[in-house]
C-alpha cells in the first residue's frame, strides 16, 4: 500500500517569512495529492491540491510542487500570517486498484508555528 | 455552506464501555469515510461506504469495532468494548459522486469526535 512521509515535524517562522513542508510517497500508481489545513479541536481542511499530470499548482500564498520521478510534493506558504499557524498533513490518493482504490493515505503532519 | 456534521464532539468513557459516534454527511455525497487520528499523527482510514456498502473495512478491528450506513446516508461508528488505546479523534469524511472529474477528488471532514477512554 501507499505510505507517504512528512518533513519537518514542527517548523517554527517569523511572520512574512516563507515555510516549506516536503512529502515523499512510494507508490507510484497514486495520482491525487491534497494538503490539509487543521486547527485546534477541528477537521481538516483542504488547501490545496495537485493531480499527477500537473507539476505546480499556485493559489495565493500557497503553492504546491509534484515530482514524479522522485516521488516528492512540496507546500510553500509565502508571506507567512500567524493566522497560518496549524498543523498541515499531506497525502496521497491510491489508484492501485481492489480496496485501496481512492484510498487517502496521510503524512504524520507539520505544526507550523507563525510568530508575529 | 453545507458541512459534514458529527456528533458528540467530546466523549468521555470507561474501559469495557459501549460508544457510539454519529455522521451526517453533505447531502449527495455518496461515499462516506470514517477515520482515526491518534494525538500528533495524520488520520488513519477505518472504514470506507460506497452508498450503504462498505468497499474497504481493511482497518477496522472488526472484534470490537463495527460501522454501519444503513440508507446510505449518514452512519453510525460503534466500539464496544471500548479499550484505553482507543483513545483519539474519530473523523467522518465525505466526497462528492461521480468519477473522471477533478472535483470528485476531494473529501470533506467534519469536526471530528474526541474519545478519551479512562
Known amino acids: 500500500g501507499e505510505n507517504v512521509e512528512q518533513h519537518p515535524s514542527t517548523l517554527s517562522v517569523q511572520e512574512g517569512d516563507s515555510a516549506v513542508i516536503k512529502c515523499t510517497y512510494s507508490d507510484s500508481a497514486s495520482n491525487y495529492f491534497p494538503w490539509y489545513k487543521q486547527e485546534l479541536g477541528k477537521g481538516p481542511q483542504l488547501i490545496i491540491d495537485?493531480?499527477?499530470?500537473?507539476g505546480e499548482k499556485k493559489d495565493q500564498r500557497i503553492a504546491v510542487t509534484l515530482n514524479k520521478t522522485a516521488k516528492h510534493f512540496s507546500l510553500h506558504i509565502t508571506e507567512t500570517q500567524p493566522e497560518d499557524s496549524a498543523v498541515y498533513f499531506c497525502?496521497?490518493?491510491?489508484?492501485?486498484?481492489?480496496?485501496?482504490?481512492?484510498?487517502?493515505?496521510f503524512g504524520q503532519g507539520t505544526i507550523l508555528t507563525v510568530h508575529p | 455552506e453545507a458541512e459534514v456534521a458529527q456528533s458528540p464532539r467530546y466523549k468521555i468513557t470507561e474501559k469495557s464501555q459501549a460508544v457510539a459516534f454519529w455522521c451526517d454527511p453533505i447531502s449527495g455525497h455518496a461515499t462516506l469515510y470514517w477515520y482515526r487520528q491518534i494525538l500528533g499523527q495524520g488520520p488513519e482510514l477505518l472504514v470506507q461506504?460506497?452508498?450503504?456498502?462498505?468497499?474497504?473495512d481493511s482497518q477496522l478491528p472488526k472484534d470490537r469495532f463495527s460501522a454501519e450506513r444503513l440508507k446510505g446516508v449518514d452512519s453510525t461508528l460503534k466500539i464496544q468494548p471500548a479499550e484505553l488505546g482507543d483513545s483519539a479523534m474519530y473523523l467522518c469524511?465525505?466526497?462528492?459522486?461521480?468519477?473522471?472529474?477533478?472535483?470528485?477528488?476531494?473529501?470533506?471532514f467534519g469536526p471530528g469526535t474526541r474519545l478519551t477512554v479512562l
Open positions: 497525502a496521497g490518493k491510491s489508484n492501485a486498484g481492489g480496496t485501496s482504490y481512492g484510498k487517502l493515505t
Open positions: 469524511a465525505t466526497r462528492p459522486t461521480g468519477w473522471g472529474r477533478w472535483y470528485f477528488n476531494e473529501q470533506f
Open positions: 461506504f460506497q452508498d450503504e456498502s462498505v468497499v474497504d
Open positions: 495537485i493531480r499527477s499530470n500537473v
